[in-house]
C-alpha cells in the first residue's frame, strides 16, 4: 500500500509507515483482528480438550484444523485470482492510456496545478519511480497546501477570538518545519526545477514564522533540523503561545 503522507509503498500490516512513521490504520485493524482469533482459539483449545479423551480430541482438532486449513486455502486462491484479474485489468488499462497519462501529468506540472497532480496520482496509483519529479512535487505541494490551511485557521481564530488555539500553533509549527525541511524519504534528491519551488515556499514560510510568530535565530535553527521531537515542537509551541508577537 501506498503512505499517504510521504507516498512510500509498504505491505498494509505494518503498524507504521517504515519511512515517515505515519500510523497505519489497516495494520492496526489487522493486528486486532489476529490477537481476538488467537484468545478465541486459547479459549476453545481450553474448554473441549479436557472434556474429550486425548485421541477423540486429537482427531476432531485434526479435522477442524484440516477442513480450516482447506478453507482458508480456497478463500486465499480466491482472493489472489481476484488481486490478479482487478490488476490486470487496471494495468491494462494503465497501459493502454499510459501516454494520454503522462501528457497530462506534464500538463499539470508545467501549469503549476501541483494539487490536481497529487489527486491524479493519487487516482492513478503512479506515484513512484517512473513519475519521480511529478510524485516529488506533488508531496511537496501537500505540505506546503497544509501550512497555508493551518495559516489560514490561525488567522481566522485571531480574527474570532483575539488568539488562536494552542492546538492551531501546535499544528502550524509542525507545518513549518515540514516545509522548512523539504524531507520527502521516498524522493529524498530533489530535482532542480522542484528545490527552486521548495526554496518558494520555505522563504515564505520563514518570513511568516519571523515576522508574525517572533521566532529569534535560536527557534528558527531548531525548525531547520531534519527532524523534531515531539518536546522540541512542544517548546517552540509554549514559546509562541507566550511572545504573543501578533498582537
Known amino acids: 500500500m501506498k503512505c499517504k503522507n510521504c507516498g512510500a509503498n509498504y505491505r498494509s500490516r505494518e503498524l507504521f509507515c517504515p519511512y515517515c512513521k505515519t500510523p497505519n490504520p489497516r495494520g492496526k485493524l489487522w493486528k486486532q483482528q489476529r490477537q481476538a482469533a488467537q484468545q478465541d482459539y486459547q479459549w476453545a483449545a481450553g474448554e473441549v480438550v479436557p472434556v474429550l479423551r486425548w485421541r477423540a480430541a486429537n482427531r476432531i482438532l485434526n479435522r477442524v484444523l484440516l477442513i480450516e486449513l482447506g478453507l482458508l486455502v480456497l ?37 503549476e496545478r501541483f494539487g490536481e497532480l497529487y489527486a491524479r496520482l493519487s487516482e492513478t496509483e503512479l506515484f513512484g519511480e517512473d513519475y519521480y519529479e511529478y510524485s516529488q512535487m506533488a508531496l511537496l505541494y501537500s505540505d506546503y497546501e497544509s501550512f497555508c490551511e493551518s495559516r489560514l485557521r490561525f488567522f481566522y481564530e485571531i480574527e474570532q477570538q483575539e488568539a488562536p488555539d494552542e492546538y492551531t500553533v501546535s499544528r502550524l509549527v509542525g507545518d513549518i518545519h515540514d516545509v522548512i525541511a523539504a524531507d520527502i524519504p521516498a524522493y529524498p534528491e530533489l530535482t532542480e526545477r522542484n528545490a527552486a519551488f521548495a526554496a518558494q515556499y520555505r522563504n515564505e514560510v520563514l ?41
Open 75 to 111: 478463500c486465499v486462491i480466491g482472493v489472489i485470482a481476484a488481486f490478479a484479474l482487478g490488476n490486470t485489468a487496471l494495468q491494462a488499462g494503465i497501459l493502454q492510456g499510459n501516454g494520454e497519462i503522462t501528457e497530462e501529468l506534464a500538463a499539470l506540472y508545467e501549469e
Open 207 to 247: 518570513t511568516f514564522a519571523q515576522v508574525l510568530l517572533g521566532l529569534n535565530e535560536s527557534e528558527m535553527e531548531t525548525l531547520g533540523q531534519e527532524y523534531l521531537t515531539m518536546a522540541e515542537e512542544e517548546a517552540l509551541t509554549e514559546a509562541i503561545w507566550e511572545r504573543r508577537a501578533w498582537e
